[in-house]
């Protein structure tokens, strides 16, 4: 086990963690096993029980207990509605918390809400952080995740980092309250153009008869590598599309991008398409298929897959 190095930084001990899903339970665990002293909260208790019993710390009942005494408490629920159902009101983990405390927010949500609890979190002396993270649930469960953030409390960020950085590879502040989430937003976007354009790829090379595993190989070492391509190329070749990030996710994802598009101007025009093609997926039924099912999607089309 790993313990907090020594500096004015880390002086957070006390963390709770709000939120016990795919991604929070793994995340919460890394805070464990590094030393922290953790209590979590999950909307079903058997799951905060659970990680209780795999990690130690404490599950609370609500989360204006799990947050009671912590000196960071952190998010990571599924959308704004959620969000503010955990963290405002009489129960909301704001009312458990402290001046001088800092709430983070994992979950991917609008820009507005993080705002709006930016301001919440001040009236009480509490400093806020948006913290989206991208690496999936696999970045989750290995501590590679990448977060950024938007605060308007540069101090705070700073000594939060030093507890994030047990499960992310960066955490960087790219802004104020909403800064975070609009950063996650573009990122939506860059994989939503990508994942379309290695759908359309491998489809068309599977139509002219190429050997597409070596064809990605060799094109991966070039100009067209990504990520995508790199991590989801084999299976989108192969069919399969039971794990990863869902596209009901990926829709929540976009539908924020392109609300905040109507607001700054910013034309959308294929983020908008690819948005319906993943609309269609869910129509095919593929809900809760890994986003590189919109080459599924090609493939129903003509009558495959």
Not at 33 to 56: C, E, H, I, L, S
């Amino acid at each position: 086990m790993s313990e907090p190095t020594s500096s004015p930084a880390n002086e957070i001990r006390r963390v709770a963690f709000i939120g016990l899903g795919v991604m929070g339970y793994p995340m919460a665990g890394h805070l464990a096993q590094a030393g922290f002293d953790v209590t979590v909260y999950n909307r079903t208790p058997a799951k905060a029980q659970a990680w209780v019993a795999q990690y130690g710390g404490r599950a609370a009942p609500t989360p204006r207990e799990a947050a009671d005494g912590a000196q960071l408490v952190l998010v990571c629920v599924g959308n704004d509605d959620d969000l503010r159902s955990v963290t405002l009101g009489p129960d909301g983990a704001l009312a458990g918390m402290a001046p001088g405390a800092v709430l983070a927010d994992h979950t991917t949500a609008s820009a507005g809400v993080a705002r709006e609890l930016s301001q919440a979190a001040s009236a009480q002396g509490v400093a806020f952080i948006d913290a989206p993270v991208s690496g999936g649930q696999a970045g989750a469960q290995n501590g590679k995740l990448t977060i950024m953030c938007g605060s308007d409390v540069a101090p705070a960020f700073e000594r939060a980092a030093a507890v994030l950085k047990h499960y992310a590879v960066a955490v960087t502040r790219l802004g104020p309250a909403g800064a975070g989430q609009l950063t996650k937003m573009v990122n939506q976007i860059c994989i939503a153009g990508l994942v379309q354009g290695l759908a359309e790829a491998i489809y068309f090379g599977e139509r002219a008869g190429l050997d597409m595993p070596r064809v990605l190989e060799v094109i991966g070492k070039g100009a067209a590598a990504s990520w995508q391509m790199d991590n989801r190329g084999k299976t989108m070749i192969q069919n399969e599309y039971d794990f990863g990030f869902a596209v009901d996710w990926m829709r929540k994802d976009l539908g924020f991008c392109l609300d905040e598009a109507k607001r700054n101007g910013a034309p959308l025009p294929v983020t908008a398409l690819i948005d319906q093609y993943y609309s269609d997926v869910q129509g095919l039924g593929g809900n809760r298929f890994d986003t590189s099912s919109l080459i599924w999607r090609l493939r129903k089309l003509r009558g495959e897959g």
